[in-house]
């Protein structure tokens, strides 16, 4: 068997968490791969809705095997608040949830050096989570890294030596910090982990796909965010693309099945960076309210505009997407007329592809196309659609070249249309 990929092709809360949850019966076993809890992974079903940050999304189907992979970081003190609350809710994780032991620990201090990172950078600021995602994966590149396997083996020095390490960088930016309370939770969360088995996860997912066994990586973020491909230097620390599940799950690249890479009927960002197709007006205002964006984990704003069919093109690309997933098609209900961004002028002249670096200068070239007037939220299979919904598929499906197999029509696992 070969692992099937979903994962975002715009700036990340495409809807992964939701479609991961609807696609987890037909698999085995649901594995993130890369980011942490920089991640807010939205599920709604029974009328209950869950944010899911490092546990993967496949975890309320059944009793499916989840994992959190190598290439992931894990934050110990925001991973037992996570799993606590849905042993609350009545789910105990502990049987269906492995972690990888070559997954690099979030420290408390990484959460302190992002803070201090961010603030020397003031006005050209990353707009980061906060979470310590950039200074940890710094860490594991320049090899200083603390990994959940070595909770095992000699943890009380290596973690000495790294917070060492972190209060001499602090100390340089002159950064006030109160680390005993932070430590105290942090620890708390040690013993949390403990209580889950710490796997070579390579090796299973390995075995799993020898024995026939399905797998589905649940990718973070989006390829906008990515740290080779996307708006550099606004992105994440991490490779959100495809190439990203074979590196941080230990799965070759010709085991890789599907790709179905995700995207909103419009376009959302959060935090700094260029965003060229974004709106500033009302129509922005409105797709905000209607699509109630903002963000599951930090409640921030999210920036809205209309969907951009450049970036699109260079994720589906890069990624090697066999299936689109089209989400929020509801949002657009209302609307006259929809836009799409279709090439950028760039100083006087159009391009088609995406360029080196979008800034100030990329100016949106618009196709407008006639809404669809229609509640998409009750719409439950594809005859349903309306004329000009389906004029809209099309168009994507003509430009992107890639089938849109599923439509959602709304935030419940029930929302959802699989098309044929
Ligand atoms: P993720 O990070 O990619 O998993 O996405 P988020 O959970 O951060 O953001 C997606 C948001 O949109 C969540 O609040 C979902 O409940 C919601 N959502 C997902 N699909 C739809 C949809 O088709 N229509 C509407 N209106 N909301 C949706
Ligand atoms: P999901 O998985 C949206 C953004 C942050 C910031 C940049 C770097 O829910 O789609 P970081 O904390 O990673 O160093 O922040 O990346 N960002 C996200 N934006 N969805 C996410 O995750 C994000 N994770 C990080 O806002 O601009
Ligand atoms: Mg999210």
Known sequence: ?????????????????????????????????????????????????????????GIFQGDKVNIIGNGVVLDPALFKVEVEALEASGHDLTKRLYISKKAHLILPTHRLLDAAYESAKGDSKIGTTGKGIGPTYTDKISRNGVRVGDILHN??????????????????????????????????GIEKLKQFTFIDSEHTINKYLADGKSVLAEGAQGTMLDIDFGSYPFVTS??????????????????IGDVFGIFKAYCTRVGSGPFPTELFDNTGDTLRELGYEFGSVTGRPRRCGWIDLVA?????????????????????????????????????????????????????????????????????????????????????????????????????????????
């Open 1 to 57: 068997m070969k692992v099937d990929v979903l994962l975002g092709l715009q700036w990340g809360d495409e809807g992964k968490g939701k479609v991961v949850d609807v696609l987890t019966p037909r698999y085995d076993v649901v594995s993130r791969f890369q980011g942490g809890p920089n991640a807010g992974h939205t599920l709604e079903f029974n009328g209950q809705k869950y944010v899911l940050r490092s546990i993967p999304s």
């Open 312 to 420: 699109l093109k260079y994720a589906i690309m890069i990624n090697g997407v066999t299936k689109l997933i089209m989400m929020k098609s509801d949002v657009m209900d209302a609307f006259e007329t929809i836009k799409a961004c279709v090439a950028y002028k760039i100083n006087g002249n159009t391009v088609n592809e995406f360029p080196f670096e979008i800034n100030e200068n990329t100016e949106p070239v618009y196709v407008e196309l006639p809404g669809w007037k229609t509640n998409m939220t009750k719409v439950q299979k594809e005859s349903e659609f309306p004329q000009a919904f389906k004029n809209y598929l099309s168009f994507l499906e003509k430009e992107l070249n890639v089938p849109i197999y599923i439509v959602s029509v709304g935030p419940d696992r029930d929302q959802t249309i699989l098309r044929k």
């Open 238 to 255: 991490s490779n959100t693309i495809c190439a990203g599940a074979c590196t941080g799950l230990g799965v070759a690249p010709r085991n």
């Open 155 to 188: 943890f009380d020095t290596k973690y000495a030596q790294a917070i060492a390490k972190h209060k001499a960088i602090l100390a340089q930016y002159n950064f006030q910090y109160d680390l005993a309370s932070i430590e105290k939770e942090w620890f708390a």
